[in-house]
């Protein structure tokens, strides 16, 4: 059970990586990307692919997934800004072109790298703590995700990136080029998904075609439960800081969840329904939450 738990753990802070790039999408940009479920996967191909068939450093591998990744979020921003398309439409023709594009990149469905050195079988051996090498190096990687995300965001470039999400016809009329702004974001979104897919793909020793299905309903579902936790907190996570950690932690959260469900006996499955009931409930909370608020508030002002 501790075993599970210390993997779930684990896991989710790969994924919160994730969490972040989706994060940039659906809280500031005001965009459902549906990319990432293919530039995840694109970065685990394009890492593994390097390392046991080109021999590439496992770092150098890190870094080519994450630009491939990069790569895939500039080709839904030329769908949406210069043709037009729909945002939503436009990441789900770039997620089904990878498809095709992941498989002929690996020539066939699934590559192993049990016989390869990764960055964690690296610090393993430097170290010599493997059961909590992936989570403390998981945790260096999402601190430093997260506080390069902090400091873009307090630029200008990036204060014109959360402009254009909250208004962007005013952020055109004050002057801000919102293609650019568009493309940058769906840049940075993705390079972190294709970052995170390289991440996964070397814990686990695999690259798999379908190890990014469903990764939008996971970072749904992570950032939801991020806000209920800030929600729930005394003080409130209010800070662009906080909500970022809050996105890793929701990830940990979800992640840990399924984790005891599946040791408490539900079917490996019935993780798509499991997945779907925790986007739901953690959608549903916060407005119940809201309403009682607002009913004992009136409850109040009768009372006085």
Not at 275 to 303: C, F, H, N, T
Request: with cysteine.
């Amino acid at each position: 059970m501790t075993l599970a738990l210390l993997g779930a753990v684990s896991q989710g802070i790969l994924w919160g990586i994730m969490v972040l790039g989706v994060y940039i999408t659906y809280k500031l940009l005001d965009i459902a990307d549906l990319t990432c479920d293919g530039s995840l996967a694109l970065g685990g191909c394009v890492c593994a692919v390097l390392i046991v068939e080109h021999g590439i450093n496992p770092w150098l591998a890190l870094l080519a997934g994450t630009v491939a990744g990069m790569l895939a979020g500039a080709v839904t921003d030329v769908l949406h800004t210069v043709f037009d398309i729909p945002a939503i439409l436009a990441g789900i023709l770039t997620q089904i072109s990878l498809w095709s594009i992941n498989l002929r990149i690996m020539g066939k469905s699934n590559i192993p790298l049990l016989k390869h050195e990764t960055i964690f079988s690296e610090i393993t051996v430097a170290s010599g703590l493997p059961q909590t090498t992936v989570v403390v190096l998981g945790l260096v990687f999402a601190t430093i995700c997260v506080g390069a995300l902090y400091w873009f965001f307090g630029t200008e470039i990036g204060s014109a990136l959360r402009a254009t999400g909250n208004n962007e016809d005013m952020s055109r009329a004050m002057g801000i080029d919102t293609r650019a702004t568009k493309m940058i974001a769906l840049m940075l979104s993705n390079g972190l998904v294709g970052l995170a897919g390289a991440l996964i793909c070397q814990s686990q020793k695999y690259a798999d075609i379908g190890m990014g299905t469903g990764a939008i309903i996971i970072g749904l579902a992570a950032i939801v439960i991020g806000e209920v936790l800030g929600r729930l907190t005394p003080g409130k996570l209010r800070s662009f800081s906080s909500r970022l950690v809050a996105a890793v932690v929701g990830s940990v959260v979800y992640f840990l969840i399924r984790a005891i469900v599946l040791q408490m006996g539900m079917d490996a499955n019935d993780m798509k329904l499991l997945s779907a009931a925790i986007v739901a409930i953690a959608l549903a909370v916060p407005v119940v939450w809201e309403r009682q608020q607002l009913r004992a508030s009136y409850r109040k002002g009768g009372e006085a």
